[in-house]
């Protein structure tokens, strides 16, 4: 969803609590501050070179969240495979950039081995209850030296630890209405969560388990949690300004993007029992 989505309560809401003085806030109380979705459209501007199979795992309604289509249709038009999967078939029907689409669990992907060249999680490895079995299928169909590019949420960071916090105190419709007007996000697009690769430490010891290895890694302040209410907004920004000053960095950064190389040789996942190698399965996509 986009701001031009909510209906005219929803927008007379956040209008009334200064929305639209966050990007001046930001600019002013905490410049350093990137939107994940930015650096990670840029990121894979590089990454994606031209001909490259490129396959969205958890793909949802767009590649990228934010509202412009352009940089998303000009990476997926580069590829000479676009592939997005999701188990949303609905998300899948309504996606705006890639033209191939299956249907399909992340611990079982319908595509041979060594398929792709670049697989991406964007904002999807938080909801994974199996996450080191779903890096060694996603490893299974990278070709050696393919990457696997990760989006998520940093579990140590105080944007998850407050979200955790307010999911456990706060009854669920409330919650649901801040998600609304904070993210856009309807009811069918909230989805379980379970943080289960979501620090710097997790990623590498699953990664490992599944034969890949970091190529870089980035930690970023995504907009603040009240982004939407002005005063809370301006105090949630200089808190976190403060906290990084004091050096806690790892509480005051939430989002993590990391990028892994698959390593020509696959091994096995010991933590689940997951064997890697193996006979490849068809491509087959909707």
């Not at 856009?184 to 909230?190: A, C, G, L």
């Amino acid at each position: 969803m986009n701001p031009a989505s909510l209906t005219g309560p929803n927008r007379w809401i956040r209008q009334c609590l200064g929305a639209g003085a966050y990007p001046f806030l930001s600019r002013w109380l905490d410049p350093g501050r990137q939107y994940s979705q930015i650096v990670y459209a840029q990121l894979l501007s590089k990454l994606v070179p031209a001909g490259a199979a490129w396959l969205d795992a958890g793909c949802g309604h767009q590649a990228f969240k934010i509202s412009s289509t352009r940089q998303e249709v000009q990476i997926v038009s580069r590829a000479n495979l676009a592939v997005g999967c999701d188990l949303d078939r609905q998300a899948l029907q309504t996606h705006r950039s890639f033209r191939l689409r299956a249907c399909c669990d992340l611990r079982r992907l319908p595509f041979a081995s060594d398929a792709f060249d670049i697989v991406t999680l964007n904002y999807v490895a938080e909801h994974l209850e199996e996450a080191c079995a779903t890096f060694a299928e996603l490893a299974r169909i990278l070709r050696p030296g393919g990457r696997l590019v990760v989006v998520t949420p940093h579990a140590l960071g105080y944007f998850v630890r407050l979200s955790r916090l307010g999911r456990r105190l706060l009854p669920e419709s409330l919650v649901r209405k801040f998600i609304l007007l904070r993210e856009f996000r309807s009811p069918e697009d909230i989805f379980p969560t379970f943080y289960r690769a979501n620090t710097r430490e997790d990623l590498l010891r699953q990664m490992e388990g599944a034969g890949l290895t970091e190529e870089s890694f980035q930690m970023l302040r995504d907009p603040a949690i009240f982004n939407f209410i002005a005063p809370l907004a301006a105090l949630e920004l200089l808190v976190v300004r403060l906290l990084e000053l004091l050096g806690f960095r790892k509480l005051a950064e939430g989002t993590m993007i990391g990028v892994y190389r698959r390593s020509p040789v696959h091994v096995t996942c010991s933590e689940r029992g997951v064997q890697i190698s193996g006979p490849g399965r068809p491509v087959a996509v909707e």
